[in-house]
């Protein structure tokens, strides 16, 4: 499920409010923007969550991403970019809240597992797992993302998760330790 937690007491934190999923169901990752939780859910696909009044959210909608594993998401305006493991990079149009649609994405041999996102004015990051990389898109056309390059990281380096700050990605590159690319 999904539980939305008071911490206006830091040392006691507090449910505030929760929304229960279908038997099987786990939140994986969520984004908080506008009065709307976006929630990956594996392979259950991106839910949407109406958190306007944090007490009392409800379920707005949901999508299917095809099957795929949803691992991490970010969202750009009424864009939900979504890493999907093998499926590469989902991107819903969430425009309409309750009728979210599939409006692009990119697959390719090189991404396999898709596993951290982050979006920074017209270009996204993919932590590529256990393919060991990561690759970099251009989306100022938001919903056909065109690979610009990739790092990869030295063997052994499973890259989970990649963080902006400044001109520097810092990279979770799993036995690798942590990369710092410029």
């Known amino acids: ?21 279908s038997a099987g169901v786990s939140a994986v990752d969520v984004w908080v923007a506008n009065g709307y939780a976006y929630v990956v859910a594996g ?10 009044n944090p007490r009392a959210p409800f379920g707005v909608s949901n999508i299917s991403l ?4 949803a691992e991490a998401l970010q969202v ?10 093998a499926g590469g990079i989902k991107i819903v149009d969430v425009t309409e809240k309750t009728n979210p649609f599939l409006a692009g994405g990119y697959t390719s041999p090189s991404l396999t597992h898709a596993s951290g996102i982050t979006v920074r004015g017209e270009i ?19 919903i056909n993302p065109v690979l610009l390059g990739s790092y990869t990281a ?3 380096g499973n890259i989970s998760e990649v963080v902006l700050s400044g001109n520097y990605a810092y990279v979770a ?5 942590l990369k710092i690319i410029n």
């Open 154 to 156: 030295p063997a052994g």
């Open 1 to 21: 499920g999904f539980k939305i937690f008071d911490i206006t007491t830091p040392s006691l934190p507090a449910v505030a409010g929760s929304i229960g999923f």
């Open 66 to 69: 095809g099957g795929n594993s």
């Open 124 to 142: 996204l990051y993919v932590a590529n797992g256990t393919g060991g990389d990561l690759q970099i898109f251009n989306i100022s056309n938001p």
């Open 43 to 52: 392979a259950f696909g991106l839910q949407i969550i109406d958190v306007s």
């Open 173 to 177: 590159a799993g036995s690798a330790g």
């Open 76 to 85: 750009v305006g009424n864009y939900v970019y979504v890493a999907a493991q």
